[in-house]
Protein backbone atom coordinates (compact mmCIF):
# COMPACT_ATOMS: atom_id res chain seq x y z
CA UNK A 1 0.00 0.00 0.00
CA UNK A 2 3.13 2.06 0.85
CA UNK A 3 4.63 1.95 -2.49
CA UNK A 4 5.92 5.10 -3.94
CA UNK A 5 5.52 6.29 -7.12
CA UNK A 6 8.33 9.70 -7.48
CA UNK A 7 6.75 11.37 -4.59
CA UNK A 8 3.37 10.45 -4.79
CA UNK A 9 2.58 7.50 -2.76
CA UNK A 10 0.67 4.68 -5.08
CA UNK A 11 -2.33 4.20 -2.93
CA UNK A 12 -3.14 8.12 -3.09
CA UNK A 13 -3.25 7.78 -7.20
CA UNK A 14 -5.32 4.67 -6.28
CA UNK A 15 -7.64 6.98 -4.19
CA UNK A 16 -8.13 9.14 -7.19
CA UNK A 17 -9.30 6.29 -9.41
CA UNK A 18 -11.31 4.84 -6.74
CA UNK A 19 -12.75 7.52 -4.42
CA UNK A 20 -14.70 6.77 -1.40
CA UNK A 21 -14.39 3.36 -1.66
CA UNK A 22 -10.15 3.12 -0.59
CA UNK A 23 -8.88 3.75 2.69
CA UNK A 24 -7.46 7.23 3.27
CA UNK A 25 -3.64 7.34 2.92
CA UNK A 26 -1.20 5.74 5.58
CA UNK A 27 1.03 8.11 7.75
CA UNK A 28 4.08 8.43 6.31
CA UNK A 29 6.78 8.12 8.93
CA UNK A 30 8.22 11.90 8.92
CA UNK A 31 11.30 10.83 10.60
CA UNK A 32 13.61 7.64 10.83
CA UNK A 33 13.68 6.17 14.89
CA UNK A 34 18.07 6.71 14.17
CA UNK A 35 17.25 10.18 13.01
CA UNK A 36 15.31 11.00 16.02
CA UNK A 37 18.21 9.40 18.40
CA UNK A 38 20.52 11.07 16.08
CA UNK A 39 19.23 14.06 16.24
CA UNK A 40 19.01 13.90 20.42
CA UNK A 41 22.55 12.79 20.35
CA UNK A 42 23.70 15.91 18.19
CA UNK A 43 21.91 18.06 21.91
CA UNK A 44 24.14 16.03 24.05
CA UNK A 45 21.06 13.78 24.76
CA UNK A 46 21.09 9.62 25.20
CA UNK A 47 17.62 8.95 23.81
CA UNK A 48 15.37 5.85 24.08
CA UNK A 49 11.54 4.45 23.43
CA UNK A 50 9.24 3.92 25.84
CA UNK A 51 6.19 1.56 25.26
CA UNK A 52 3.01 2.59 27.24
CA UNK A 53 1.57 -0.61 26.67
CA UNK A 54 4.10 -2.81 27.51
CA UNK A 55 5.21 -0.39 30.46
CA UNK A 56 9.14 -1.11 29.16
CA UNK A 57 12.04 0.65 27.55
CA UNK A 58 12.70 -0.01 24.21
CA UNK A 59 16.18 0.31 22.91
CA UNK A 60 17.41 0.23 19.49
CA UNK A 61 14.50 2.85 18.37
CA UNK A 62 12.26 1.48 16.12
CA UNK A 63 8.78 1.44 14.50
CA UNK A 64 7.07 -0.90 16.52
CA UNK A 65 7.27 -1.75 19.27
CA UNK A 66 8.85 -5.66 20.06
CA UNK A 67 6.88 -6.28 22.83
CA UNK A 68 3.31 -5.74 21.83
CA UNK A 69 3.48 -4.79 18.04
CA UNK A 70 1.74 -1.33 18.87
CA UNK A 71 3.45 1.47 16.64
CA UNK A 72 2.98 3.96 20.03
CA UNK A 73 6.40 4.56 21.37
CA UNK A 74 7.35 7.55 22.99
CA UNK A 75 10.87 9.08 23.20
CA UNK A 76 12.40 9.43 26.38
CA UNK A 77 15.57 11.09 27.28
CA UNK A 78 17.45 8.95 30.10
CA UNK A 79 19.28 10.18 33.10
CA UNK A 80 22.17 8.68 31.63
CA UNK A 81 22.61 6.35 34.81
CA UNK A 82 23.84 2.69 33.91
CA UNK A 83 25.34 -0.41 35.26
CA UNK A 84 28.42 -2.43 33.15
CA UNK A 85 26.54 -5.27 32.37
CA UNK A 86 29.66 -7.32 30.08
CA UNK A 87 32.75 -6.14 29.00
CA UNK A 88 36.07 -6.82 26.65
CA UNK A 89 38.94 -5.28 25.50
CA UNK A 90 39.51 -5.94 22.03
CA UNK A 91 43.43 -5.91 20.55
CA UNK A 92 43.24 -4.80 17.41
CA UNK A 93 45.91 -5.70 14.73
CA UNK A 94 47.97 -2.37 14.86
CA UNK A 95 46.92 0.12 17.70
CA UNK A 96 45.72 0.25 20.85
CA UNK A 97 43.79 -2.36 22.70
CA UNK A 98 39.95 -0.85 23.47
CA UNK A 99 37.08 -1.39 25.44
CA UNK A 100 33.72 -2.87 24.60
CA UNK A 101 31.11 -3.13 26.79
CA UNK A 102 27.43 -3.47 27.27
CA UNK A 103 25.59 -0.80 29.66
CA UNK A 104 22.18 -1.44 31.00
CA UNK A 105 20.82 1.97 31.86
CA UNK A 106 18.76 2.28 34.63
CA UNK A 107 15.85 3.22 32.51
CA UNK A 108 15.77 -0.52 31.78
CA UNK A 109 17.10 -0.37 28.06
CA UNK A 110 20.99 -2.17 27.48
CA UNK A 111 23.02 -0.76 24.49
CA UNK A 112 26.78 -1.42 23.28
CA UNK A 113 29.43 1.38 23.97
CA UNK A 114 32.21 1.35 25.73
CA UNK A 115 33.87 3.04 28.87
CA UNK A 116 36.03 5.93 28.90
CA UNK A 117 38.73 7.81 31.46
CA UNK A 118 40.52 4.58 32.47
CA UNK A 119 42.40 1.82 31.21
CA UNK A 120 40.16 -1.12 29.20
CA UNK A 121 40.80 -3.08 31.58
CA UNK A 122 39.88 -1.81 34.31
CA UNK A 123 36.16 -1.66 33.08
CA UNK A 124 34.91 -4.24 35.31
CA UNK A 125 31.17 -5.81 35.03
CA UNK A 126 28.83 -3.86 38.04
CA UNK A 127 30.50 -0.28 37.64
CA UNK A 128 28.49 1.91 37.74
CA UNK A 129 28.88 4.77 34.78
CA UNK A 130 27.26 7.57 33.19
CA UNK A 131 26.80 8.85 29.75
CA UNK A 132 28.46 11.51 27.88
CA UNK A 133 28.56 12.08 24.19
CA UNK A 134 30.84 11.87 21.94
CA UNK A 135 31.85 13.46 18.41
CA UNK A 136 34.18 11.87 16.78
CA UNK A 137 33.99 14.88 14.25
CA UNK A 138 34.46 14.88 10.58
CA UNK A 139 30.92 12.88 8.39
CA UNK A 140 30.91 10.50 11.58
CA UNK A 141 28.05 10.62 14.15
CA UNK A 142 28.44 11.57 17.74
CA UNK A 143 27.48 8.24 19.37
CA UNK A 144 27.11 7.23 23.69
CA UNK A 145 30.07 6.53 25.47
CA UNK A 146 30.14 6.37 29.12
CA UNK A 147 32.38 7.47 32.01
CA UNK A 148 32.97 6.14 35.45
CA UNK A 149 30.42 7.40 37.85
CA UNK A 150 32.86 8.43 39.86
CA UNK A 151 35.48 10.53 37.64
CA UNK A 152 32.09 12.08 36.10
CA UNK B 1 9.36 -30.15 16.31
CA UNK B 2 5.44 -30.64 15.54
CA UNK B 3 4.56 -32.03 12.70
CA UNK B 4 7.63 -33.98 11.74
CA UNK B 5 7.37 -37.41 12.61
CA UNK B 6 10.56 -39.12 14.60
CA UNK B 7 12.55 -41.01 12.10
CA UNK B 8 10.57 -40.45 9.05
CA UNK B 9 13.77 -39.44 7.22
CA UNK B 10 17.23 -40.54 7.36
CA UNK B 11 20.62 -39.16 6.25
CA UNK B 12 22.18 -41.50 3.46
CA UNK B 13 25.28 -39.75 2.16
CA UNK B 14 27.19 -37.42 3.96
CA UNK B 15 30.96 -35.86 2.50
CA UNK B 16 33.65 -33.34 2.60
CA UNK B 17 34.79 -31.00 -0.17
CA UNK B 18 38.14 -30.48 -0.48
CA UNK B 19 39.12 -28.62 2.75
CA UNK B 20 41.63 -26.22 4.36
CA UNK B 21 43.46 -24.27 1.94
CA UNK B 22 41.34 -25.25 -1.60
CA UNK B 23 42.72 -25.35 -5.02
CA UNK B 24 43.29 -20.81 -6.18
CA UNK B 25 40.09 -19.67 -7.87
CA UNK B 26 37.86 -22.56 -6.34
CA UNK B 27 34.40 -20.99 -5.61
CA UNK B 28 32.10 -21.70 -2.88
CA UNK B 29 29.69 -23.56 -5.89
CA UNK B 30 32.63 -25.47 -6.89
CA UNK B 31 32.78 -26.36 -3.17
CA UNK B 32 29.23 -27.19 -2.60
CA UNK B 33 29.21 -29.21 -6.35
CA UNK B 34 32.35 -31.40 -5.45
CA UNK B 35 30.70 -32.06 -1.77
CA UNK B 36 27.00 -33.33 -3.46
CA UNK B 37 29.48 -35.53 -6.34
CA UNK B 38 30.95 -36.80 -3.12
CA UNK B 39 27.80 -37.40 -0.79
CA UNK B 40 25.77 -39.17 -3.65
CA UNK B 41 28.61 -42.06 -3.95
CA UNK B 42 28.60 -42.10 -0.25
CA UNK B 43 24.95 -42.73 -0.95
CA UNK B 44 24.93 -44.81 -4.18
CA UNK B 45 22.25 -42.30 -5.82
CA UNK B 46 22.71 -40.03 -8.60
CA UNK B 47 22.46 -36.43 -9.55
CA UNK B 48 18.98 -36.83 -11.67
CA UNK B 49 17.77 -38.27 -8.23
CA UNK B 50 18.01 -35.25 -6.52
CA UNK B 51 14.61 -33.07 -6.35
CA UNK B 52 15.26 -31.16 -3.05
CA UNK B 53 18.02 -28.54 -3.24
CA UNK B 54 18.90 -27.05 0.36
CA UNK B 55 22.22 -24.99 0.46
CA UNK B 56 23.59 -21.80 2.34
CA UNK B 57 26.72 -19.55 1.69
CA UNK B 58 28.08 -15.99 2.57
CA UNK B 59 29.59 -15.69 -0.98
CA UNK B 60 26.45 -16.27 -3.33
CA UNK B 61 24.06 -13.67 -2.97
CA UNK B 62 21.23 -15.89 -4.26
CA UNK B 63 22.94 -19.29 -4.02
CA UNK B 64 19.98 -21.69 -4.42
CA UNK B 65 19.33 -20.08 -8.21
CA UNK B 66 23.54 -20.47 -8.54
CA UNK B 67 24.21 -23.88 -7.19
CA UNK B 68 20.58 -25.15 -9.14
CA UNK B 69 22.21 -23.59 -12.80
CA UNK B 70 25.08 -25.23 -11.73
CA UNK B 71 24.18 -28.64 -11.18
CA UNK B 72 21.73 -28.53 -14.39
CA UNK B 73 18.85 -29.30 -12.44
CA UNK B 74 15.52 -27.84 -11.56
CA UNK B 75 14.20 -28.82 -8.22
CA UNK B 76 10.75 -29.75 -7.05
CA UNK B 77 11.97 -28.08 -3.62
CA UNK B 78 14.68 -25.44 -2.81
CA UNK B 79 15.45 -23.68 0.07
CA UNK B 80 18.48 -21.53 0.84
CA UNK B 81 17.53 -19.95 4.34
CA UNK B 82 20.59 -18.23 5.50
CA UNK B 83 20.49 -17.47 9.62
CA UNK B 84 24.55 -18.37 10.25
CA UNK B 85 26.63 -21.38 11.08
CA UNK B 86 23.17 -23.06 12.10
CA UNK B 87 21.60 -23.08 8.84
CA UNK B 88 22.10 -26.50 7.71
CA UNK B 89 20.21 -27.73 11.10
CA UNK B 90 17.43 -25.43 9.96
CA UNK B 91 17.60 -27.51 6.15
CA UNK B 92 17.52 -30.42 8.04
CA UNK B 93 14.24 -30.06 9.80
CA UNK B 94 13.14 -28.15 6.11
CA UNK B 95 14.18 -31.18 4.35
CA UNK B 96 12.71 -33.68 6.83
CA UNK B 97 9.25 -31.49 6.25
CA UNK B 98 9.28 -31.65 2.71
CA UNK B 99 10.17 -35.12 2.52
CA UNK B 100 7.00 -36.21 5.23
CA UNK B 101 4.61 -34.16 2.81
CA UNK B 102 5.93 -35.28 -0.50
CA UNK B 103 7.11 -32.07 -1.97
CA UNK B 104 10.78 -34.25 -2.84
CA UNK B 105 11.95 -37.28 -2.76
CA UNK B 106 15.98 -36.87 -2.45
CA UNK B 107 16.66 -33.62 -0.93
CA UNK B 108 20.66 -32.73 -0.79
CA UNK B 109 21.91 -30.05 1.73
CA UNK B 110 25.16 -28.24 0.67
CA UNK B 111 27.82 -25.58 1.79
CA UNK B 112 30.87 -24.25 0.53
CA UNK B 113 33.21 -21.10 1.02
CA UNK B 114 36.19 -19.94 0.38
CA UNK B 115 36.91 -17.59 3.00
CA UNK B 116 40.88 -18.49 3.40
CA UNK B 117 41.66 -18.23 0.11
CA UNK B 118 39.73 -14.94 -0.35
CA UNK B 119 40.14 -13.54 3.26
CA UNK B 120 37.79 -13.29 5.39
CA UNK B 121 36.69 -9.43 4.76
CA UNK B 122 35.62 -10.53 1.24
CA UNK B 123 33.81 -14.15 2.33
CA UNK B 124 31.54 -12.34 4.45
CA UNK B 125 30.79 -8.46 4.71
CA UNK B 126 29.57 -6.93 7.74
CA UNK B 127 26.59 -4.66 7.59
CA UNK B 128 26.96 -1.22 9.47
CA UNK B 129 25.01 -1.40 12.91
CA UNK B 130 24.40 2.08 13.66
CA UNK B 131 24.01 1.42 17.24
CA UNK B 132 27.34 -1.16 17.52
CA UNK B 133 29.32 -0.33 14.86
CA UNK B 134 30.67 2.82 16.07
CA UNK B 135 32.01 1.10 19.17
CA UNK B 136 34.34 -1.30 17.04
CA UNK B 137 33.35 -4.91 17.86
CA UNK B 138 35.41 -7.08 16.00
CA UNK B 139 32.77 -9.53 15.22
CA UNK B 140 31.91 -12.38 16.00
CA UNK B 141 35.08 -12.68 18.45
CA UNK B 142 34.09 -9.35 20.29
CA UNK B 143 30.31 -10.52 20.89
CA UNK B 144 31.47 -13.86 22.18
CA UNK B 145 34.08 -12.51 24.47
CA UNK B 146 31.68 -10.64 25.83
CA UNK B 147 29.78 -13.64 26.77
CA UNK B 148 32.54 -15.04 28.16
CA UNK B 149 32.84 -11.99 30.53
CA UNK B 150 29.21 -12.51 31.74
CA UNK B 151 29.83 -16.42 32.37
CA UNK B 152 32.77 -15.70 34.42
CA UNK B 153 31.53 -13.47 36.27
CA UNK B 154 28.37 -15.19 37.62
CA UNK B 155 30.02 -18.38 37.61
CA UNK B 156 33.58 -18.23 38.05
CA UNK B 157 34.52 -19.06 35.03
CA UNK B 158 38.33 -19.50 34.22
CA UNK B 159 40.24 -18.71 31.30
CA UNK B 160 42.29 -22.41 32.32
CA UNK B 161 37.86 -23.66 32.03
CA UNK B 162 38.14 -22.15 28.32
CA UNK B 163 41.35 -23.44 26.85
CA UNK B 164 40.75 -27.07 28.76
CA UNK B 165 37.67 -26.96 25.92
CA UNK B 166 40.35 -25.65 22.81
CA UNK B 167 43.09 -28.41 24.25
CA UNK B 168 40.03 -31.41 24.12
CA UNK B 169 39.13 -30.56 20.54
CA UNK B 170 42.78 -30.45 19.58
CA UNK B 171 43.27 -34.64 21.11
CA UNK B 172 40.47 -35.09 18.48
CA UNK B 173 41.99 -33.48 15.77
CA UNK B 174 45.44 -35.34 16.10
CA UNK B 175 42.95 -38.47 15.94
CA UNK B 176 41.13 -37.05 12.79
CA UNK B 177 43.44 -36.96 9.54
CA UNK B 178 41.78 -34.07 7.29
CA UNK B 179 41.96 -31.79 10.41
CA UNK B 180 43.52 -28.48 9.93
CA UNK B 181 45.47 -28.67 12.61
CA UNK B 182 48.54 -31.43 13.20
CA UNK B 183 50.54 -30.07 16.44
CA UNK B 184 49.60 -31.12 20.18
CA UNK B 185 48.21 -27.77 22.34
CA UNK B 186 48.53 -27.14 26.19
CA UNK B 187 46.84 -24.83 28.31
CA UNK B 188 49.40 -22.51 28.85
CA UNK B 189 49.99 -22.40 24.94
CA UNK B 190 46.44 -21.19 24.36
CA UNK B 191 46.21 -18.71 27.17
CA UNK B 192 49.62 -17.16 26.15
CA UNK B 193 49.08 -16.97 22.56
CA UNK B 194 48.22 -13.46 20.97
CA UNK B 195 45.19 -12.04 22.67
CA UNK B 196 42.00 -10.82 20.08
CA UNK B 197 39.24 -9.71 22.44
CA UNK B 198 39.68 -10.65 26.07
CA UNK B 199 39.16 -13.59 27.35
CA UNK B 200 40.45 -14.95 24.13
CA UNK B 201 43.55 -15.56 22.89
CA UNK B 202 44.04 -16.73 19.12
CA UNK B 203 43.57 -19.93 20.50
CA UNK B 204 40.00 -20.31 22.11
CA UNK B 205 38.41 -19.10 18.24
CA UNK B 206 37.79 -21.32 15.62
CA UNK B 207 40.17 -21.81 12.08
CA UNK B 208 39.60 -19.61 9.50
CA UNK B 209 39.96 -22.29 6.70
CA UNK B 210 37.91 -23.54 3.24
CA UNK B 211 35.71 -25.77 2.90
CA UNK B 212 32.32 -27.13 2.00
CA UNK B 213 30.35 -30.29 1.65
CA UNK B 214 27.31 -32.43 1.36
CA UNK B 215 24.38 -34.02 3.37
CA UNK B 216 21.72 -36.50 0.83
CA UNK B 217 18.45 -36.99 2.67
CA UNK B 218 15.50 -39.30 2.00
CA UNK B 219 13.01 -40.64 3.30
CA UNK B 220 13.26 -43.37 5.95
CA UNK B 221 11.60 -45.80 3.77
CA UNK B 222 13.69 -45.30 0.74
CA UNK B 223 17.24 -45.04 3.06
CA UNK B 224 16.45 -48.59 3.38
CA UNK B 225 17.51 -49.53 0.10
CA UNK B 226 20.30 -47.54 -0.48
CA UNK B 227 24.14 -48.39 0.15
CA UNK B 228 25.20 -47.78 3.86
CA UNK B 229 23.26 -47.88 7.17
CA UNK B 230 20.28 -44.67 7.59
CA UNK B 231 21.10 -42.24 9.64
CA UNK B 232 17.54 -41.18 11.36
CA UNK B 233 16.48 -37.96 12.66
CA UNK B 234 15.13 -38.34 15.47
CA UNK B 235 14.68 -34.81 16.68
CA UNK B 236 14.65 -31.30 15.47
CA UNK B 237 14.37 -28.45 17.31
CA UNK B 238 14.84 -24.68 16.62
CA UNK B 239 15.16 -20.95 18.92
CA UNK B 240 16.04 -17.84 17.64
CA UNK B 241 17.09 -15.03 20.61
CA UNK B 242 18.67 -12.16 18.61
CA UNK B 243 20.48 -10.72 15.96
CA UNK B 244 22.75 -8.76 17.56
CA UNK B 245 24.51 -9.16 20.71
CA UNK B 246 23.28 -6.29 22.69
CA UNK B 247 19.70 -7.55 21.79
CA UNK B 248 20.76 -10.99 23.85
CA UNK B 249 18.14 -10.87 26.71
CA UNK B 250 21.08 -13.40 28.95
CA UNK B 251 24.25 -13.77 27.97
CA UNK B 252 24.89 -16.96 29.55
CA UNK B 253 21.86 -18.62 28.16
CA UNK B 254 21.47 -19.05 24.83
CA UNK B 255 18.31 -20.71 22.51
CA UNK B 256 19.76 -23.96 22.80
CA UNK B 257 17.79 -24.63 25.81
CA UNK B 258 14.47 -23.96 24.10
CA UNK B 259 16.12 -25.95 20.84
CA UNK B 260 17.18 -28.93 23.01
CA UNK B 261 14.63 -29.08 24.50
CA UNK B 262 12.06 -28.98 21.80
CA UNK B 263 14.21 -31.41 19.93
CA UNK B 264 15.03 -34.41 22.96
CA UNK B 265 11.01 -33.83 23.25
CA UNK B 266 10.55 -35.31 19.83
CA UNK B 267 13.46 -37.70 20.01
CA UNK B 268 11.87 -39.04 23.36
CA UNK B 269 15.54 -39.16 24.63
CA UNK B 270 17.30 -36.93 27.10
CA UNK B 271 20.50 -35.86 27.84
CA UNK B 272 21.67 -39.12 29.08
CA UNK B 273 20.79 -41.30 26.36
CA UNK B 274 23.40 -39.55 23.59
CA UNK B 275 26.29 -41.32 23.19
CA UNK B 276 28.13 -38.65 20.98
CA UNK B 277 27.92 -34.85 21.29
CA UNK B 278 28.89 -32.69 17.95
CA UNK B 279 28.16 -28.79 19.05
CA UNK B 280 29.27 -25.41 16.91
CA UNK B 281 32.17 -24.53 18.40
CA UNK B 282 33.20 -21.02 16.96
CA UNK B 283 35.12 -20.30 20.81
CA UNK B 284 35.37 -22.02 23.52
CA UNK B 285 32.81 -20.42 25.63
CA UNK B 286 30.16 -22.40 23.11
CA UNK B 287 31.20 -25.62 23.70
CA UNK B 288 30.55 -24.86 27.62
CA UNK B 289 27.48 -22.91 26.89
CA UNK B 290 25.81 -25.41 24.96
CA UNK B 291 26.86 -28.63 27.32
CA UNK B 292 24.62 -26.46 29.77
CA UNK B 293 22.15 -25.31 28.19
CA UNK B 294 21.31 -29.25 26.35
CA UNK B 295 21.36 -30.48 30.01
CA UNK B 296 24.79 -32.36 29.80
CA UNK B 297 25.80 -30.51 33.15
CA UNK B 298 23.83 -27.75 35.21
CA UNK B 299 23.80 -24.09 34.11
CA UNK B 300 26.73 -22.28 35.40
CA UNK B 301 29.04 -25.75 35.97
CA UNK B 302 30.32 -25.88 32.13
CA UNK B 303 33.70 -24.63 32.43
CA UNK B 304 34.44 -27.02 35.44
CA UNK B 305 32.83 -30.08 33.60
CA UNK B 306 35.16 -29.56 30.93
CA UNK B 307 37.96 -30.10 33.53
CA UNK B 308 40.47 -32.87 33.37
CA UNK B 309 40.17 -33.96 29.96
CA UNK B 310 36.42 -34.51 30.52
CA UNK B 311 35.34 -34.16 26.34
CA UNK B 312 38.84 -34.99 25.67
CA UNK B 313 39.11 -38.53 23.73
CA UNK B 314 39.96 -40.63 27.02
CA UNK B 315 37.16 -38.31 28.65
CA UNK B 316 33.71 -40.05 29.78
CA UNK B 317 31.52 -37.71 27.00
CA UNK B 318 32.81 -37.75 23.70
CA UNK B 319 32.60 -33.85 22.57
CA UNK B 320 33.58 -32.30 19.23
CA UNK B 321 34.93 -35.51 17.78
CA UNK B 322 36.17 -34.33 14.48
CA UNK B 323 38.40 -31.60 16.12
CA UNK B 324 36.06 -29.07 16.08
CA UNK B 325 35.64 -25.63 14.37
CA UNK B 326 38.57 -24.82 16.64
CA UNK B 327 41.14 -27.62 15.15
CA UNK B 328 39.41 -29.50 12.16
CA UNK B 329 37.77 -26.66 9.88
CA UNK B 330 35.66 -23.71 9.89
CA UNK B 331 34.91 -22.07 6.78
CA UNK B 332 32.39 -19.68 8.35
CA UNK B 333 29.57 -21.58 8.47
CA UNK B 334 30.42 -24.86 10.17
CA UNK B 335 27.10 -26.54 10.85
CA UNK B 336 27.11 -28.89 8.15
CA UNK B 337 30.14 -30.77 9.59
CA UNK B 338 28.71 -31.72 13.02
CA UNK B 339 26.05 -33.44 11.29
CA UNK B 340 28.53 -35.10 9.00
CA UNK B 341 30.68 -36.05 11.69
CA UNK B 342 27.63 -36.95 13.96
CA UNK B 343 26.96 -39.42 10.96
CA UNK B 344 30.06 -41.20 10.38
CA UNK B 345 30.15 -41.56 14.31
CA UNK B 346 27.24 -43.71 14.03
CA UNK B 347 27.76 -45.75 11.12
CA UNK B 348 31.31 -46.50 12.92
CA UNK B 349 33.41 -44.87 10.25
CA UNK B 350 35.67 -43.16 12.51
CA UNK B 351 38.80 -44.93 12.57
CA UNK B 352 41.13 -43.67 15.34
CA UNK B 353 38.36 -41.35 16.92
CA UNK B 354 35.46 -43.52 16.38
CA UNK B 355 33.28 -44.13 19.52
CA UNK B 356 32.29 -47.06 21.10
CA UNK B 357 29.00 -48.54 20.97
CA UNK B 358 27.45 -45.41 19.25
CA UNK B 359 23.89 -45.41 18.46
CA UNK B 360 22.44 -41.86 19.16
CA UNK B 361 24.03 -38.27 18.76
CA UNK B 362 23.16 -34.84 19.14
CA UNK B 363 24.68 -32.01 16.25
CA UNK B 364 23.94 -28.54 17.46
CA UNK B 365 24.13 -25.70 15.23
CA UNK B 366 24.81 -21.66 16.54
CA UNK B 367 24.76 -19.02 14.43
CA UNK B 368 25.21 -14.65 13.92
CA UNK B 369 26.56 -14.00 17.67
CA UNK B 370 24.90 -17.40 19.73
CA UNK B 371 21.41 -16.02 17.93
CA UNK B 372 20.11 -18.41 16.27
CA UNK B 373 20.13 -22.23 17.72
CA UNK B 374 19.33 -25.65 15.70
CA UNK B 375 19.70 -28.67 17.30
CA UNK B 376 19.33 -32.19 15.68
CA UNK B 377 19.81 -35.56 17.05
CA UNK B 378 20.33 -38.58 15.23
CA UNK B 379 20.03 -42.23 15.84
CA UNK B 380 20.71 -45.71 14.03
CA UNK B 381 18.42 -47.72 13.07
CA UNK B 382 18.52 -49.49 16.25
CA UNK B 383 17.24 -46.41 17.60
CA UNK B 384 13.50 -46.77 16.28
New interface residues.
Given amino acids: MNAVVGSLPLNLQADKMLGAAMEPAMDRTKESP?AVY?AHLDKGELAYQWSPQANKAV??PRVICPFTGSDRLEWRVSAGLGTV????????RDGA??N???IDCDEGF?????VEDIPP?AVK??MRVKFRVHR?GGD??A?PVFVPMDTA | MDGLQRGSAAIVGVAESDLGAVATDMSAIDLMAQGIRRALADCGLQLRDVDGLLCATAQSRISGLSLAEYLGISPAFIDSTILGGSSFMFHVAHAQAALQLGLCNVAVIAYGSTQRTIGRRQASVREYNPYETPFRPFLPSTAYALAASRHMHEFGTTREQLAAVAVAAREWALLNPVAWEKKPLTIPEVLSARMISYPFTVRDICLVTDGGGAVIMTTAERARSLKKQPILILGCGQAITHASISSMPDLTVTGALQSGRKAYEMAGLGPGDIDVVELYDAFTINTILFLEDLGFCPKGEGGRFVEGGRIAPKGSLPVNTNGGGLSYCHPGMYGLFLLIEATRQLRGECGERQVADCETAIAHGNGGVLSSQSTVILGTTATV
Wanted: zero cysteines.
Fill in positions: LQFYYATTVTHPPYVALRLMSREIGPEPY
